[in-house]
């Protein structure tokens, strides 16, 4: 018999995935999953918190109120990213039960993803200095779709904790 080279590939994934899996019981899984999550949706509202605080100190009549903001937005932007390495590195130490290993697989690559969008745009990010670069760099990171894709995978996973009768919070937004 032979095996196509996508079937070997699926065949390595599928052993891969399997043992990175534990035996832990998916109420334990679920657990870890929301206190990580939880940490992400902290860190964030901080951010955002703070990002709405520093606005509020712009003094907008000013010649440097622009870049005042730009500067804003950036360290807004690296906390993000900062979250962002922390979700991964805690999404990558939990070992999910086999039955959930390949969503919990594709959330990690998903959440890899943003997390590499990120670091593929520091040197655009510091090299914003004005509001039209500030617009367009946004829109062409929403733009890859990463963070969506993260959150659709995040809301596979919070599918089976709810089917599971499993109540955990993972916060996908």
Known sequence: MR??????????????VSACASDGSPEEYFAELEMVT??????????EAGFNAGILEINFETADAEGALITL??????????????LV?????????????????????A??????EYREREDQLASLD?????????????ATGSRQRFTEAC???????DLEGIDAALGCS
Not at 4 to 11: K, N, V
Not at 89 to 109: K, R, V, Y
Not at 130 to 142: E, G, H, K, Q, V
């Open 130 to 142: 004005t509001l039209a670069d500030l617009d367009a760099y946004a829109a062409a990171f929403s």
């Open 89 to 109: 590195a805690g999404l990558g130490n939990i070992d999910p039960p086999s039955s959930i290993a390949a969503p919990h697989e594709d959330a990690l690559q």
């Open 3 to 16: 095996l196509s080279a996508r079937s070997i590939g699926t065949l390595a994934f599928v052993l891969l």
């Open 111 to 116: 959440g890899e993803r943003v997390l590499a």
């Open 73 to 86: 937005f950036q360290a807004s932007l690296d906390g993000t990213a900062d979250s962002f390495a922390r």
């Open 38 to 47: 939880a940490t992400l949706d902290v860190e964030l509202d901080d951010l």
């Open 155 to 161: 809301q596979e996973l919070q599918t089976i904790a």
